[in-house]
Nanobody
Framework: QVQLVESGGGLVQPGGSLRLSCAAS????????MGWYRQAPGKQRELVAG???????TYADSVKGRFTISRDNAQNTVYLQMNSLKPEDTAVYYC??????????????WGQGTQVTVSS
């Protein structure tokens, strides 16, 4: 069984920074793309940033230049460094990973979500 566990959310003032982490655990064979999504109240879930294994990172236009996604393949962990945070970044942030588990097909797994609130 595969699990994604997120950490690092919280309350921060505008202009501040937060770092989110998401660790995948379980019977993992390979992890392809890892990414972060967010969902604000009353809005659809949107892609924030993605990072394929050994590939090119992608970012939503709204976070380019402010957020940085990275991953530690040895630790099966993906990070999201968020700088210059704005109130409109307030949302629940979800980690996602495309994983091939032992004796299981390729599947998209999701974390439970972590709240990020940007407010003075």
């Amino acid at each position: 069984q595969v699990q994604l566990v997120e950490s690092g959310g919280g309350l921060v003032q505008p202009g501040g920074s937060l770092r989110l982490s998401c660790a995948a655990s379980g019977s993992i064979r390979t992890i392809a793309t890892m990414g972060w999504y967010r969902q604000a109240p009353g809005k659809q879930r949107e892609l924030v940033a993605g990072i394929p294994y050994g590939g090119r990172k992608t970012y939503a236009d709204s976070v380019k230049g402010r957020f940085t996604i990275s991953r530690d393949n040895a630790q099966n962990t993906v990070y999201l460094q968020m700088n210059s945070l704005k109130p409109e970044d307030t949302a629940v942030y979800y980690c996602s990973a495309l994983i091939t588990a032992v004796q299981a097909p390729l599947k998209d797994y999701w974390g439970q979500g972590t709240q990020v609130t940007v407010s003075s």
